[in-house]
């Protein structure tokens, strides 16, 4: 797996925390974040084929704010059995809680401070006029890529001799069909 050391440039999105009604009303707003480059995750290159469209929705809920980050986008990634090149839709859909009380530290709970219900929140600063959603943008969208994608469910992928793809056609090499690795096991009487 490979690790993802920051986010791009082009994922930047911030809301102004004037704009969230404080009578709970839903704030609501959409982007358009294009990728200049593939993403590298799970040791596979995903090419982005459009724009990451994110909506936003967020309202105060008592003194905390809680927002949504939903995004769809489209990649282009190599199949992970045959190498042909595959259309890959990301659905993503994340809910986060935003406060501006101060959270426990680790320390405190070990030395038995009570848990407030606040472990999952994101603490903010007092006075800050914007909130970031970039990491939790990024966040939404690394969640939601496959460890693995197939072209189809029934992906017969490449012949180990040749390397030509089985779903095209049959290569007629002998393959002997025991698993290297589990030839121990013909030994074994059951």
Not at 133 to 155: A, D, K, M, Q
């Amino acid at each position: 797996m490979k690790n993802i050391e920051s986010i791009p440039g082009e994922l930047r999105c911030c809301i102004l925390l004037s704009d969230i009604h404080k009578s709970g009303e839903q704030y609501k707003t959409a982007a358009e974040l294009a990728l200049s480059e593939a993403v590298d995750y799970w040791g596979q290159s995903y090419v982005p084929e459009e724009p990451v469209r994110v909506n936003i929705t967020a309202n105060y809920a008592r003194s905390d704010i809680a927002v949504r980050v939903e995004l769809s986008c489209g990649f282009r990634v190599p199949c992970s059995r045959c190498l042909e090149e595959t259309r890959l839709a990301i659905n993503g859909d994340m809910r986060y809680l935003f406060t501006m009380r101060r959270l426990p530290r680790a320390e405190e709970e070990r030395a038995g401070g009570e848990e407030d219900g606040y472990i999952d929140a994101i603490e903010m600063e007092k006075f800050q006029a914007e909130l970031d959603l970039s990491p939790y943008i990024w966040e939404t969208l690394i969640l939601n890529l496959p460890e693995r994608v197939l072209c189809r469910e029934e992906c017969k992928g490449l012949c180990p001799i040749c390397g030509c793809s089985k779903n095209a056609r049959e290569c007629g090499c002998m393959t002997d069909e025991t698993d290297p690795r589990l030839g121990a096991l013909k030994n074994f009487l059951w």
